[in-house]
């Protein structure tokens, strides 16, 4: 019977607690803090940092259980995963892994992809398995075997974790690690056209601290001006504070674009920003660009909707307040994902010398992409 199937029974009868894991989860994954540079001197290990979904992976034999960073199973939205991971090491094999698990298009790694996939119809499920394939990129090891490798400093995890993937299956891969900080530097600078994150920076000397920032990361980061179109107020303060603002940029067609969010405020700036909207509220649906869109209309025309509701926040009050959009910013940014920023921007400045004409997609650097089996190899 397929490791999937098997293990998919026995989760669902809330049989983990039996398995003979190496270590029981769930386990918090060891987590990085950004840092402006690379640190350099000796004893420090770089990787890639990779944009995808964080997962740990726990084996005993027949039995594996995938959990993803805030310590859900993940198993049910990769099936596709869990026969290369049973197989690796073994039929035997005992292992707790960690890693990144990323969808890999011919542009490079595709987020958006992973966000489809967390969805409650498992044949909806099945199918995108089947059509964008997912792969698990290995970079630390926890456990092997009967020994809990935890306290153990990261070159001899690293060594296990050789080893242990030293024929792996197509899927899993193991990341790259180097202690040059040369080779690090041409990571961050090429490979962002793939979809990497940045570079993370260990100790080699370093234990698995679970939950601890103990990392580094170097993440790329660049500013671009925005439309101001509207925002949300805070759900500590509806009609007092200003939650977030909702960021635009002109596309060819001459369309605004919703492409984020910017919510990096004090609690005494949310509530200053209450009045230097207000100007901008008076009559503000009148000719909007979103006033007409709707959710339905998002799915079906790929348009980026303020008011849409998220997968991530089932319930949440996304409503929102349209301002004309007069009003330009300048905001902080790692990286497009698509048509939008990947992650939530931070606020810089207000730019009253830019015109919202002159926010479009072509200021924004764009890196080419470049072969992930650079990476790898050519795997």
């Not at 490791?3 to 669902?12: D, K, L, P, T, V």
């Not at 000796?42 to 990787?47: A, N």
């Not at 899993?172 to 990497?196: C, M, Q, Y």
Request: glycine residues 10%; charged residues 30%.
């Amino acid at each position: 019977m397929p490791i999937g199937a098997e293990y998919g029974r026995s989760a669902a009868a809330g049989m983990i607690g039996r398995m003979a894991f190496p270590i029981d989860p769930p386990i918090e994954p060891m987590l990085a803090k950004l840092t402006p540079e690379l640190p350099l001197g000796d004893g420090w290990r770089y990787e890639p940092k990779w944009d995808g979904f964080r997962a740990l992976v726990f084996r005993d034999g027949k039995d594996l259980y995938l959990q993803s960073r805030d310590l859900k199973p993940l198993d049910r939205y990769f099936p596709e995963l869990l026969e290369p991971l049973g197989s690796l090491g073994g039929t035997k094999a005992r292992f707790v892994i960690d890693g990144e698990i990323v969808i890999a298009g011919e542009g490079g790694l595709e987020f958006e992809s992973l966000l489809l996939r967390i969805h409650p119809a498992a044949s909806r499920v099945k199918m995108l398995s089947e059509e964008t394939p997912s792969s698990f990129v290995a970079f630390d090891c926890l456990a092997e075997g009967a020994d809990d490798l935890r306290e153990a400093p990261l070159d001899e995890r690293r060594a296990r974790l050789e080893r242990l993937l030293a024929d792996p299956p197509a899927s899993v891969l193991l990341t790259p690690a180097t202690s040059d900080p040369a080779i690090a530097r041409h990571w961050f600078d090429v490979f962002e056209g793939a979809g990497l994150d940045g570079v993370v920076a260990k100790r080699a000397e370093s234990r698995y601290l679970p939950g601890k920032r103990e990392m580094a990361k170097v993440k790329h980061l660049r500013s671009a001006d925005c439309v101001v179109a509207g925002f949300r107020w805070h759900k500590n303060g509806p009609g007092t504070l200003v939650g977030s603002l909702l960021l635009g940029l002109y596309n060819d067609a001459g369309a605004l674009q919703h492409v984020g969010v910017t919510a990096s405020f004090s609690v005494e700036r949310r509530r200053e920003l209450v009045e230097e909207l207000k100007p901008y509220r008076g009559n503000a649906l009148e000719g909007h660009p979103w006033r007409e869109w709707k959710e339905w209309e998002a799915a079906a025309e790929g348009r980026r909707v303020p008011g849409a509701t998220s997968r991530w926040n089932r319930g949440k009050d996304l409503s929102w307040e349209p301002l004309r959009p007069e009003l330009v910013c300048e905001v902080a940014f790692d990286h497009l994902q698509g048509d939008r920023f990947r992650h939530a921007t931070t606020f810089l400045r207000w730019r009253p010398d830019k015109s919202p004409d002159a926010c479009r997609y072509d200021q924004l650097e764009e890196t080419p992409a470049a072969l992930l089996a650079d990476l790898f190899g050519g795997r």
